[in-house]
């Protein structure tokens, strides 16, 4: 799932749950939850393969799609400190995997393949782009809804 559908839905949490610690617990739950449903995801290869000359445009979009979460974030919450701590959670299970990729070990490579295997079960069924998306959408109107009116 793509940065910003996990930092809304971790943030839409961190507006709902008013205990900071659960909050916090649930936003990182809530990352997995999106991911058992089918989803489109970057690509990530390169930086997995350590091209570092063809990664440069992954890079970009995981940068772009990171400041456009943090804007809607911005512009549909409350704006509470809480809320963003929620979004922030919310990206460490695919942190996890990144950082898995370029630095590997033992412990980062049992999780991820929880993650990858376990969690995302979905991700090699021939499933249509379509739903792949419709998942992704209605996660992001859920969530901006809860973030403005709860």
């Not at 570092?52 to 974030?73: E, H, M, P, Q, Y």
């Not at 942190?95 to 999780?111: C, D, E, G, R």
Request: aromatic share 12%; with cysteine.
């Amino acid at each position: 799932m793509i940065i910003l559908v996990h930092m809304i839905f971790g943030a839409a949490i961190g507006s709902i749950v008013k205990t900071p610690i659960l909050a916090v617990f649930l936003a990182f739950l809530g990352h997995y939850f999106l991911d058992l449903f089918p989803h489109i995801e970057y690509n990530i290869a390169n930086i997995r393969n350590k091209n570092w000359r063809k990664s440069l445009s992954d890079i970009l979009k995981v940068i772009l799609d990171f400041l456009c979460g943090a804007a809607t974030i911005f512009i549909f919450s409350k704006n509470q400190p809480i809320i963003y701590l929620g979004a922030f959670v919310a990206l460490i299970p695919d942190t996890l995997t990144l950082i898995s990729s370029v630095f590997p070990n033992k412990i980062l490579a049992m999780h991820d393949k929880i993650h990858t295997q376990k969690i995302h079960f979905l991700r090699h069924k021939k499933i249509p782009n379509f739903w792949r998306i419709t998942t992704q959408v209605l996660a992001v109107i859920i969530s901006i809804f809860l973030l403005k009116y709860l």
